[in-house]
């Protein structure tokens, strides 16, 4: 039997999870939409799809919806982002018979070859870079012939501190919640991300000290890339660079042979 969903590197997410599809609505209303254009030219018939770091499941849903034919494999190891994913699934039965979701990281999902395309969002910086060239070789691996991908490059895109801001607040009922995000530098390769999300009564001004303010915090490790970089190499892995779109950090690679990436 596998133990599958021990804490370890995934325990940061217990705090995430709670909270995540609240403060990421923004950067889903700019990002969720593009995701249509970007898979319109894959081939349902080649295999599934499959949506690596699905999270809590946002971007496996746009796939589903994008793709109505396609089956769609959703690869999420964090076990607090899964349940989520599970739940949004379970309100779904127009999608629960095509989407299958893998309780293991990318390297150890069990995945079918070929796929006819593979998103992978917010992923990329979570490896450094020996561990991108061995995901970069499995994206080539998994790929039918002309087959797409979809990966995303996030700022900042080299190391650099950013200083704390609060990226979103939104009110649920008679709370208001805020997520403050900021980077600190380890070394020359890697940054700290520390993610701190806040809630307080809506009618009261927490940062002045007028009512209670519940506050969770949650840090992380990434490898900053640029596009340019991803593109070395993803070419190196035999990929071939298509047109994505570079202004929201998506790009678009496909395996060689006929179709392409768009």
């Known amino acids: 039997m596998t133990a599958i969903g021990e804490l370890g590197v995934y325990e940061r997410y217990v705090v995430t999870a709670e909270f995540y599809d609240l403060m990421a609505a923004p950067y889903w209303a700019q990002v969720g939409p593009l995701l249509p254009g970007l898979l319109g030219g894959v081939d349902t018939l080649a295999g599934p799809v499959v949506d690596v770091g699905a999270g809590t499941g946002l971007s496996t849903v746009a796939v589903a919806e994008a793709l109505p034919e396609a089956e769609v494999i959703?690869?999420?190891?964090?076990?607090?982002?899964r349940s989520v994913l599970m739940s949004r699934l379970a309100a779904r039965k127009d999608l629960r018979d095509r989407v299958t979701v893998e309780p293991a990281d990318v390297f150890g999902a069990a995945l079918p070859r070929p796929c006819a395309g593979v998103v992978a969002l917010g992923v990329l910086g979570h490896f450094d870079g020996p561990g991108r060239a061995r995901l970069w070789?499995?994206?080539?691996?998994?790929?039918?012939?002309?087959?797409?991908?979809?990966?995303?490059?996030?700022?900042?895109?080299?190391?650099?501190?950013?200083?704390?801001?609060?990226?979103?607040?939104?009110r649920v009922g008679r709370r208001t919640y805020e997520g403050w995000s900021e980077a600190i530098p380890v070394d020359a390769e890697r940054l700290r991300w520390r993610m701190t999300y806040r809630n307080h009564p809506a009618d009261?001004?927490?940062?002045a000290g007028d009512g209670p303010l519940v506050e969770h915090v949650t840090e992380h490790v990434v490898w900053p890339i640029g596009p340019d970089e991803a593109a070395r190499e993803a070419t190196a892995a035999g990929l071939v660079p298509g047109r994505g779109a570079p202004g929201a950090g998506l790009l678009v690679f496909a395996a060689p042979g006929s179709g392409g990436a768009r």
């Open 74 to 81: 959703a690869v999420e190891p964090a076990p607090a982002m």
């Open 137 to 170: 070789r499995l994206f080539a691996d998994l790929l039918a012939p002309g087959a797409p991908i979809v990966v995303e490059v996030q700022q900042p895109r080299r190391v650099e501190p950013v200083p704390a801001r609060c990226y979103t607040r939104a």
């Open 204 to 207: 009261v001004r927490a940062d």
